[in-house]
């Protein structure tokens, strides 16, 4: 994404358009064939791929099929299909599309097209989290995100940068966690 085109996301209040334009991207940059050989052996079968489903976890090696030119998938074992989004919610146990399509964004390299900040904020102001072990439950999720999708950023900056940016992208990954745990809560209050 270029300069402009992400400032110009960022300045973006439509939380529920910058949701869709997540997903929008997500399925145009990651191929979903990339996404599936990261988690089961794929072999060529045609125009389509063939493997073992990991989302069910099953032995045949040829139930779970990509056609990468549809960018789907789908499992004649489990009979979960999808796309690549889709897919990465099952995988990565999120409910809700837009925060995979963010955190798959992020896995493969790119800006989610809003920062999640915005997202959460929404979030915050309807359901409050006091608890306090659910504050703990937070931090040790924040901190699996931060290693996860941060620290390799923090440890590429330069040395008299990286305490500042250490502390931005901790933020991020504790916002990306409050998000997370607000999602898998769903409908709750
Ligand atoms: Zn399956």
Same mark, same amino acid.
């Given at each position: 994404? @270029?300069?402009?085109? %992400?400032?110009?996301? /960022?300045?973006?209040? !439509?939380?529920?358009?910058? =949701?869709?334009?997540?997903i929008? *991207?997500?399925?145009?940059r ?6 599936a ?11 389509s ?11 045949n ?15 004649h074992?489990c009979?979960?299909?999808? @796309?690549?989004?889709? %897919?990465?919610?099952? /995988?990565?146990?999120? !409910?809700?599309?837009?925060? =995979?399509?963010?955190?798959l964004? *992020?896995?493969?390299g790119?800006e ?11 979030d ?18 924040a ?11 923090v ?19 504790e ?13 709750e209050?």
């Open positions: 994404m @270029d300069s402009i085109t %992400l400032a110009r996301s /960022l300045q973006d209040k !439509d939380t529920s358009r910058s =949701a869709l334009r997540a929008e *991207l997500a399925k145009a990651v191929p979903v064939e990339d996404l050989a990261k988690h089961t052996e794929l072999r060529r079968s045609g125009s791929l063939r493997g073992k489903c990991p989302v069910h976890g099953g032995d090696p040829t139930a779970f099929v990509v056609a990468p030119e549809e960018g789907k998938f789908y499992c074992a009979g979960e299909g999808g @796309d690549v989004v889709s %897919l990465y919610a099952r /995988l990565e146990g999120h !409910d809700n599309m837009k925060t =995979a399509a963010a955190f964004l *992020l896995e493969f790119f989610p097209p809003q920062r999640p900040q915005a997202w959460f904020e929404k915050r102001r309807q359901k409050p989290v006091r608890d306090a072990l659910e504050e703990a439950r937070i931090e040790h999720l901190g699996r995100i931060y290693r996860k999708f941060f620290e390799a950023l440890m590429s900056v330069d040395e008299d940068q990286r305490a500042g940016e250490l502390r931005e992208r901790w933020r991020d990954a916002q990306m966690a409050r998000m997370m745990w607000a999602s898998r809560r769903g409908g209050t």
